[in-house]
């Protein structure tokens, strides 16, 4: 089943940078490169290319962009600006530009007193959560292996004998 949903996702990561007119990995809106920003806050890779045109990064644009998804992208959009705002009252910067300690905070702070914020930021980090080990680089960090036929048992198999 993992594999299928695999294919399914990459698939419609394919079709929807293609319906688009943008090509897949290229060069995103300045809304885009937040919410790509904010992803490697939620969900950090193993390295810093991990939501920079990648695998990770298409599938997560794919579930903003198309036909019936303008709802799902002003939602996140609105509440990317929230928060950017929740950090310009508190820390006096943009969410973007504090370090990790400070986000975290502004991030804490923010879905603790604002419900709708907090349930939005749920449905995001699932989305963020799901495009990034789909991809190839989230079954690497988990140490997934593609299931192979094999012959036999492995060698460090033992069978229990319960007759003994």
Same mark, same amino acid.
């Given at each position: 089943?993992?594999?299928?949903?695999?294919? /399914? #996702?990459a698939v419609t990561a394919a079709a929807a940078t293609t319906l688009t007119g943008r090509p897949a990995f290229g060069a995103e809106? *300045?809304? *885009?490169?937040?919410?790509?920003?904010?992803?490697a806050v939620v969900v950090p890779g193993p390295d810093s290319a991990t939501w920079r045109g990648s695998e990770a990064a298409a599938a997560l644009l794919a579930k903003i962009e198309g036909p019936g998804k303008r709802d799902v992208r002003e939602r996140y959009r609105a509440a990317l600006e929230k928060l950017d705002r #929740? #950090?310009?009252?508190? *820390?006096g910067e943009s969410f973007f530009t504090?370090?990790?300690? /400070?986000?975290?905070s502004v991030?804490? #702070?923010?879905?603790s007193s604002d419900k709708d914020f907090d349930n939005e930021f749920g449905a995001m980090r699932e989305d963020m959560m799901r495009a990034f080990f789909t991809s190839a680089a989230g079954m690497k960090f988990t140490g997934y292996r593609v299931a192979t036929q094999f012959v036999g048992y492995p060698e460090y198999f033992q069978s229990a004998e319960i007759w003994e």
């Open positions: 089943m993992r594999r299928r949903s695999f294919i /399914q #996702a809106s *300045e809304f *885009e490169s937040r919410l790509l920003a904010f992803a #929740a #950090a310009n009252s508190r *820390e504090l370090g990790g300690e /400070q986000q975290a991030l804490k #702070a923010l879905s």
